[in-house]
């Protein structure tokens, strides 16, 4: 569901009711840690809530044309803005999505490895600037919930970031998918992190789903 960072935290209350077991943070008109939005975020650690979030730019600019009333200023959505966030609200995990590009080295230059409740999509763009820098940074040490301790791999989530009931861009989101996992096999083979591929597929994201209680 997503989060309209104009109204208040009575949204989320309506939408836990509604069935709703996660939410989405994009187009905030001020920064995602600004305080006015800190009561929308109580409240979804309130339910215990996974939340996404959209970090960096927004690749289409023309939906600023048919959704006005949304900001689409990049620098509202910088990865840098969570890292607060994930200590204030222990409660919520967060994943920030699409890498944050331009901003991506923050999510590493913060160490958010150390933070149990941030994990990091791998989904959108620059797919090759992705794979570099998960190749960098994937061995060092993380932190996992519960204090668990592994790997920086056992953050990432391998996203699509495409829409359901378009079958042409399916077709071509699994093609990208399929070279994109078969570069990461490839660059994980014979390393450290290597065992870990199998989780930045789906098991990391099935353990976010198990922490929160929604399997």
Known sequence: KWVDFRQGPDQIDRAVEQGFIGFK?????????????????????KYHC??????GYVSTPEYSKRCPDFCYQAGNMRPASLYTLAHLFPEITFVA?????????????????????FYIDLS?????????????????????????KGLFADKFLLGLDAYFGHPQLHQDVYAYCNEF???????AAGTVWEKSVPGILAGNAERIMKENHLL
């Not at 991506?104 to 149990?116: A, M, N, V």
């Not at 996992?181 to 660059?187: D, G, I, P, Q």
Request: hydrophobic share 40%; aromatic share 10%; net charge negative.
């Open 25 to 45: 943070g994009i187009y905030p008109r001020k920064s995602y840690d600004d305080e006015s939005y800190l009561p929308v975020y109580e409240r979804i650690a």
């Open 124 to 148: 959108g763009g620059h797919s090759e600037d992705i794979l570099n820098i998960v190749a960098e940074h994937a061995h060092h040490e993380a932190l996992l919930p519960g204090g668990e």
């Open 50 to 55: 996974p939340m996404v979030f959209h970090t």
């Open 97 to 117: 999505a699409h890498f944050g590009v331009p901003w991506e080295r923050e999510l590493f230059d913060l160490e958010i490895r150390l933070l149990p409740n």
């Open 181 to 187: 996992v078969a570069e990461l096999e490839k660059r």
